[in-house]
């Protein structure tokens, strides 16, 4: 509705009242340990917006007395955060992987899978083959649903296509969905994320395609970020990784890796090494990589329903990273093999299921410290003056109803950079 014109108050173009609770953690760096847990949380309070910017976060009768808005949005008790941060997934693909998820029910491994031909390798095939307009146009479908799942910003990795042609086109789809769809895509390089079939046999020339090829290549078309690795036993090992590291850092790329995932190779203590800034995955970290974590202040990302698709037994020591003193993100990892899945309620629901993570510790994890894994603390993540816009209103009363209940998308309305880009139609929710 709009709110009648007095000229004594300070223009705003948007006012967010109605609502059970405004929940959000509050700065601009990954908070760790115990401040995990510090969201504020307060009652009653509503939220002011100018242009793509938050104005002001207090008492919706406060901000009545100050603010004028050209539009008021009721948010019908239900509860106010921040757009969700995805901050590990693989959304650009062609062909989905159901066959291989019947094979692990049936006992097959993720390594057994991918050493036969498929995991990886299989999607591979399907990006090759496709064109850069289906590949944009399934891209654009995700990422609809992203935002409907309320993920404002996601983290978009190549690595399917294991070809300067195919990562250069992956990239590409990236970049030009970027332009077109509200969402925040934050695009990483992952060429190091298996080695294609026609360089089974000779990893090394691979590696020389990577650091000679490939990644001066992208740098000087500015279409990633970042750079990622898969550091593996069964990919790509300590010494390849640090030397694909060392050429991507001297080239301008910030770093991420994928760790300790499936065994306790010492890939965080890399990623601590060279100061990445985050360290994806986990399940398999030592002690000694969580101490190491901590003391480069690399923010862990924890994809904790990736060992659920896999089977796996070891679980990420989420709680214990959390006790450590380290500054956790949590993320879907959406791809077509190990986790197909784009909800960040399911993430935080099952985080706090297997990791003893409190619905304040995973209302943080999945925004600010997820925003701070992908150096944008500073403009997302929480709800504060002078941050983007990203808002969600919830049908639900209380925030720690993202933790409790699991399989139902309580997204109702999105706001992003100061503007409704979704609302679910059957929005009546009322305390």
Known sequence: MTVDEDPHLERVDLLISGAAEVATPLGAHALSGSKLDACQVREGWGVAISADR?????????????YRPVL????????IVPGFVDAHTHPVFAGTREDEFEMRTKGATYVEISLSGGGIL????GVRKASREVLLMQLLGRMDRFLELGTTTVEAKSGYGLSTEDELKMLGVIAEAN??????????FLGAHEFPEEYRDRRGDYVDLLVKEMLPRIAEEGLAEYCDI???????????????????????????????QLTPLGGAELAAEFGADSADHLECVTDKGIEALGEAGVVPVICPLVA??????????GRRMIDAGLAPAIATDFNPGSCYTQSMPEVMTWSALRMNMTAGEVLTAGTLNAAASLNRAGDIGSLEPGKRADVLILDVPNHRHLAYELGRNPV??????????HERTDFQFRA
């Open 308 to 317: 659920l698709y896999l089977r796996q037994k070891q679980e990420v020591p």
């Open 54 to 66: 938050i104005v002001s976060v207090g008492p919706t009768a406060d901000l009545r007395r100050v």
């Open 122 to 125: 299989s999607t591979v095939r």
């Open 179 to 188: 332009r077109m769809h509200p969402v925040d895509l934050v695009p990483t």
């Open 412 to 421: 109702r309305v999105v706001v992003k950079n100061g503007r409704v880009v």
């Open 230 to 260: 898969f550091t593996e036993s069964h990919v790509f090992g300590l010494d390849d990784s640090r030397r694909i590291l060392t050429q991507a850092k001297g080239l301008g790329f910030r770093l991420r890796l994928h760790v300790d």
């Open 72 to 79: 008021e949005y009721d948010a019908k008790g239900g509860t």
